[in-house]
């Protein structure tokens, strides 16, 4: 009756067990954690820009004017539209080990985890083997019965 051996019942499980596809996405998130940990050395670059409008600026005194005006130059106060660029450019060169122990605690999550799928997957493997033996045993059981 029994169409299976104990070891591709654990094959089968373990393949069909959802478990098993997280496997793939700690190892994802693994390489994540570590490529975002790596980039600390990259220089950043910030480019901000603003622009702004007033309805109302100073200007300079009516007497002042004229003597600047005497004088042959064009002043003519602060403008109503400001605009302001600014590039930012920083890189690290000492970050106190924080690199370092960024890869090392994505490193030391991605092992718990497949741990606790490790340990899941034995569960499963347990649970395998109560139902295998049951059935087994409950065979045995039938052809005693049978025989009686």
């Not at 960024?102 to 490193?107: F, G, H, P, V, Y």
């Amino acid at each position: 009756m029994r169409a299976q051996t104990l070891d591709q019942c654990h094959s089968l499980a373990t393949e069909n067990y959802p478990e098993i596809k997280k496997y793939n996405l700690i190892l994802a998130t693994e390489q994540y954690n570590l490529s975002n940990a790596s980039r600390a050395w990259i220089p950043q670059v910030v480019l901000s820009g603003q622009a702004s409008y007033q309805s109302a600026t100073p200007t300079y005194p009516e007497a002042l004017n004229a003597m600047i005006e005497a004088n042959g130059l064009e002043m003519s106060g602060i403008r109503k539209d400001q605009y302001k660029v600014a590039i930012d450019i920083s890189q690290n060169i000492w970050d106190g080990g924080q690199s370092k122990a960024s890869r090392e605690i994505a490193k030391a999550e991605a092992d718990e985890q497949r741990s606790m799928v490790d340990v899941s997957l034995h569960n499963l493997q347990t649970r395998v083997n109560n139902i295998f033996f049951g059935i087994l045993l409950l065979e045995e059981r039938e052809a005693n019965t049978e025989t009686l």
